[in-house]
């Protein structure tokens, strides 16, 4: 798609009566950036750059629209197609075991988790995948953003990927997000034991037709699940995930606890007052409760910490 892409650039300039350098200066980049477009080497084009090439070669939308095919070969095999479904979905239901979900990356926490891909080539193929992972995230901004369902384990913020710094900026981030109406973030505690979907991520996507796809993913391997039997499996294995992590609130004050450096497990709310406060939450109107925003539910019999 590379190569394609290339192709498509160099035949668009040629007939536009464009040199390389020209065709650099309108688009603000270096002669050999264009040249390395056209042979399909170097850095893949980021979309920014890809936009800037359709306007001044009158692509009519052209370059734009190849660009996600361009940049899919930044990644695994078995990760292009569950790409592609993410993009359409509707509602994502995703269960992290190991690092926040891409779509709530800060860019320097998604370069620290990038970089330590075994297989990574060069520092040009780790930039292309920290620009095409922070594109993908613009869905959420979009007036058509899908329903965003997060289960964390514990595991995610006690890791400081990327050093210290780097991870009170990733949890301030997903603080902000989970404050939006279409985001919802729950923590799954270490003291809830063991769980069906240890082995690593899993998530379950719901496409614009009503159907439903799910993926499991570990660090070298992938899987796209969609048999309608072993999706309903899978959006049990989920369901028993969200009844068993915190509500919405008290995983909030977990994030802000391990920002602030002081998060000690004796601090856990016990089972019982999980339950007390997810009943309340339940009861209260219009379901805000299951987003985490709004007004706090005011705490009764909570121990003190140390």
Not at 64 to 81: G, I, K, Q, T
Not at 147 to 166: F, N, Q, S, Y
Not at 196 to 214: C, F, N, Q, R
Request: glycine share 8%.
């Amino acid at each position: 798609m590379a190569a394609l892409f290339g192709s498509r650039v160099r035949r668009l300039r040629t007939a536009a009566g464009l040199t390389q350098a020209e065709l650099g200066d309108r688009t603000h980049v270096v002669s050999t950036r264009i040249t390395q477009i056209e042979r399909a080497s170097g850095a893949k084009p980021t979309l920014e750059l890809a936009r800037a090439l359709d306007a001044a070669l009158d692509a009519d939308n052209l370059l734009v629209e190849l660009w996600p095919y361009v940049y899919r070969e930044a990644f695994p095999d078995w990760s292009r197609r569950f790409m592609g479904y993410s993009e359409r979905a509707v509602s994502i239901c995703e269960y992290a075991a190991h690092v926040v979900p891409g779509l709530l990356q800060t860019e320097d926490y998604a370069r620290a988790v990038l970089s330590l891909d075994v297989l990574l080539n060069s520092e040009e193929q780790l930039e292309e995948r920290v620009t095409a992972r922070m594109e993908r995230q613009e869905r959420l901004s979009a007036p058509d953003c899908p329903k965003l369902w997060v289960i964390l384990d514990e595991a995610v913020l006690r890791r400081p990927i990327g050093g210290h710094a780097v991870m009170r900026n990733q949890l301030a981030r997903l603080l902000d997000a989970a404050a939006e109406r279409h985001t919802t973030v729950q923590v799954l505690p270490f003291d809830q034991g063991g769980h069906e979907a240890m082995g690593g991520s899993l998530t379950i996507l719901t496409l614009p037709d009503g159907s439903e796809v799910a993926y499991t993913e570990g660090s070298d391997y992938g899987q796209l699940i969609e048999e309608p039997a072993l999706i309903s499996r899978y959006k049990v294995i989920y369901d028993r995930l969200r009844a068993a992590a915190l509500p919405p609130l008290m995983s909030l004050d977990m994030m802000r606890s391990a920002m602030e450096g002081d998060y000690r497990g004796s601090n856990l709310p016990s089972r019982t007052e999980r339950r007390r406060v997810a009943q309340e939450q339940l009861q209260q109107p219009g379901g805000r409760q299951l987003r985490g925003g709004g007004r706090r539910t005011p705490r009764r019999g909570r121990r003190p910490g140390p």
